[in-house]
Structure formats: structure tokens, C-alpha cells
């Protein structure tokens, strides 16, 4: 199993940028799919973006596609999420999760592993 611990949230201004980092531990991120997973105050978890490690294939949601971009480092075994154009309907608790199922990427019950979340609020 990989461990998996986010960074990066905080509070940003409409129209401001982050980057969240997902870094694994125990193990490294070959052979597996990682996603970014959000859940707004008193909504479902959403799927929001995904990457195959090996063949860095990646999948987006449509509501953030052209202002996000996921990528990997593979020197420093970590998924990244750069947030660009930050809306308030973004605000949400992020997680990554790791999953060695390659298909259904997108279903958070395709996962085996979750990071413990990092809150991102983005203000009006």
C-alpha cells in the first residue's frame, strides 16, 4: 500500500492560484492511478482530476478543465495540482487517493488509499 499526504490548501482571493501537492510514502507511485478528489460544506466527494502514473495519461472534470493541471515529479514521488483561476464554487476539502485499479478512475470507490484532505476556501 502507498500512504499518501496532501498540502498546499489555504485561502486565496477569486481568481488566485494554488498548488497541492499529494507525496506518497512506504511506497512509490509506479504502477498505480492517482486522483484528486473535492467535498464542498454539505455536498458528495466529486472527482475532479486523475493521472496515470506510468503513462501519465490525466482526466479532468469538466468545471475545471483549462484552470487545472495535474502532473507528476517522479524524482520527488509527488502528484501535483495547479489551481489557476480559482472560483468560490472550488472552495472544498481536497484529497488525493491511490488506487492500482487503472479503469473507473473517476468513482471514488475505485480507490485503496486516501490522504487525510487539505481545505482550500476561495473567496468572493
Known amino acids: 500500500q502507498v500512504q499518501l499526504v496532501e498540502s498546499g490548501g489555504g485561502l486565496v482571493q477569486a481568481g488566485g492560484s494554488l498548488k497541492l501537492s499529494c507525496a506518497a510514502s512506504g511506497r512509490t507511485f509506479s504502477g498505480v492511478g492517482i486522483g484528486w478528489f473535492r467535498q464542498g460544506p454539505g455536498k458528495e466527494r466529486e472527482f475532479v482530476t486523475a493521472i496515470k502514473w506510468n503513462s501519465g495519461s490525466t482526466y479532468y472534470v469538466d468545471s475545471v478543465k483549462g484552470r487545472f493541471t495535474i502532473s507528476k515529479d517522479n524524482a520527488k514521488n509527488t502528484v501535483y495540482l495547479q489551481m489557476n483561476n480559482l472560483k468560490p464554487e472550488d472552495t472544498a476539502v481536497y484529497y488525493c487517493?491511490?488506487?492500482?485499479?487503472?479503469?473507473?478512475?473517476?468513482?471514488?470507490?475505485?480507490?485503496?488509499?486516501w490522504g487525510q484532505g487539505t481545505q482550500v476556501t476561495v473567496s468572493s
Open positions: 487517493a491511490a488506487t492500482s485499479k487503472l479503469i473507473g478512475l473517476r468513482v471514488p470507490g475505485a480507490y485503496d488509499n
